[in-house]
């Protein structure tokens, strides 16, 4: 069994209004050394496979399939390995 994390963010070429209605919001709290700030999201998976390449390609093929849209974001996948207790 391996878990997946997943980064799902924005290409860096796309607008981010989140993110600029975020960074607004932090300089009107204070947070005046904050310059940037892009807004993205996060998937855990458990995927129940017999090797960390199996568990890769589902995963991969998740986010090509569902997760990310491949026109406007960029994802990253982190494998581990579950210990069974």
Known sequence: ??????????????????????????????FKSVQSVR????????????SLAAANQIAEKACKELLANSVMEDYHIELHELVSS
């Open 1 to 30: 069994m391996y878990k997946a994390n997943i980064t799902i963010t924005l290409r860096s070429s796309i607008l981010d209004p989140q993110g600029k209605a975020a960074l607004h919001a932090l300089g009107e709290l204070g």
């Open 39 to 50: 807004i993205g999201k996060v998937v855990e998976m458990e995927i129940d496979s017999d």
